[in-house]
């Protein structure tokens, strides 16, 4: 079975501050989806990485895959509070990982 | 357009009876899968349904069953409820059956097992 592991699975950090959250894969895929949780909300869309380098940014977000590496990042710049929230990688529609519980401080 | 929903919103049963949630599919979509979110933890897939048929099928008990129907609305049945079945159970709509688009899900149905 397919293993998605995501790290850290908590990051409290500084408004303005940068940072990279990982999501690691363990079988061969090219497709890799991201998501935004609120908390009590359901799950939000946020990019969607279908090739070998791709990169897509949004705002203060990007996000990249690499496919041999079976990793993922998502690298947040000059955080804001906005932004606090969980983040879910996912591989295709089936495996999600565990998770990254985001706290942006003033 | 109308997003995904799911009724009920919120539901407290019994240990060992059942449930039935349901989801209607942003319009045009036919695909439907189901997914529990236990609380702290990523999404875990349920099923999948592509125009009324089943697609895909995670790790999950033979008391949780769904169906399509032609409107490609969807139920989810658990049967002999557990108290390890509470949580938050979402769907998620794409009109293809498997693809390179994101899923939209629903805001999700929370399940509480006493």
């Known amino acids: 079975e397919l293993k998605v592991e995501q790290n850290p699975l908590f990051l409290s950090m500084q408004e303005g501050k940068n940072y990279t959250i990982y999501c690691n894969y363990s079988?061969?895929?090219?497709?890799l989806y991201w998501y935004r949780q609120d908390p009590g909300k359901s799950l939000e869309s946020l990019f969607v990485?279908?090739?070998?380098?791709a990169v897509k940014q949004e705002g203060r977000l990007m996000a990249s895959l690499d496919t041999k590496a079976r990793l993922s990042t998502l690298h947040i710049t000059a955080a804001v509070h906005d932004l606090s929230a969980t983040y879910f990688c996912?591989?295709?529609?089936?495996?999600f990982g565990t998770g990254t519980s985001l706290t942006v401080i003033p | 357009d109308a997003g995904v929903t799911q009724s009920p919103t919120h539901l407290i049963k019994t240990r060992g009876q059942h449930v039935t949630l349901r989801c209607s599919p942003i319009?045009?979509?036919?695909?439907v899968s189901w997914y529990q979110q236990v609380l702290g933890q990523g999404p875990q897939f349920i099923f999948q349904?592509?125009?009324?048929?089943?697609?895909g099928r995670g790790n999950f008990p033979d008391r949780f069953s769904a169906r399509q129907f032609p409107n490609y609305s969807s139920e989810l049945n658990v049967n002999a409820l557990l108290l390890g079945d509470s949580a938050l159970y979402l769907c998620?709509?794409?009109?293809?059956?498997?693809?390179?688009?994101?899923?939209?899900f629903g805001n999700g149905t929370r399940l509480t097992v006493t």
């Open positions: 349904y592509y125009e009324k048929e089943e697609r």
């Open positions: 079988t061969t895929s090219d497709r």
């Open positions: 998620a709509s794409s009109h293809l059956a498997q693809g390179n688009s994101p899923l939209h």
């Open positions: 990485l279908l090739s070998n380098g």
């Open positions: 996912a591989v295709g529609w089936f495996y």
């Open positions: 319009s045009g979509h036919k695909s």
